[in-house]
């Protein structure tokens, strides 16, 4: 078993930034890909960004390239989510997750099997 837990959500104004954490606890943690994910009110989750369990390869989605980073600390059981220059369309809560299925990142949210319980992220114009 693998526990998730976010933090570090919150108010922000557009053009503000924020750093979502993820606390892993149980299995190994550095051995699994992982990933963030938002879903806005009345929309499907989505797929924002994912890192290998080594760190090396990220991925991101279009809509926050450039403005989000992700990374992990595998000495502290943690990864985070870099936003900045946020926008009103990226309010959403935001979920981590973990995969015991998949070797390399993955965009797919039906390949992660450990979720956390999500962190509201609300940006004002």
């Known amino acids: 078993q693998v526990q998730l837990v976010e933090s570090g959500g919150g108010l922000v104004q557009a053009g503000g930034s924020l750093r979502l954490s993820c606390a892993a606890s149980?299995?190994?943690?550095?051995?699994?890909?992982m990933g963030w994910f938002r879903q806005a009110p009345g929309k499907e989750r989505e797929f924002v960004a994912s890192i290998s369990w080594s760190g090396r390869n990220t991925y991101y989605a279009d809509s926050v390239k450039g403005r989000f980073t992700i990374s992990r600390d595998n000495g502290k059981n943690t990864m985070y989510l870099h936003m900045n220059s946020l926008k009103p369309e990226d309010t959403a809560v935001y979920y981590c997750?973990?995969?015991?299925?998949?070797?390399?990142?993955?965009?797919?949210?039906?390949?992660?099997?450990?979720w956390g319980q999500g962190t509201q992220v609300t940006v004002s114009s």
């Open positions: 997750a973990a995969s015991t299925s998949v070797t390399q990142t993955s965009v797919n949210s039906a390949e992660y099997n450990y």
């Open positions: 149980g299995r190994t943690f550095n051995r699994y890909p």
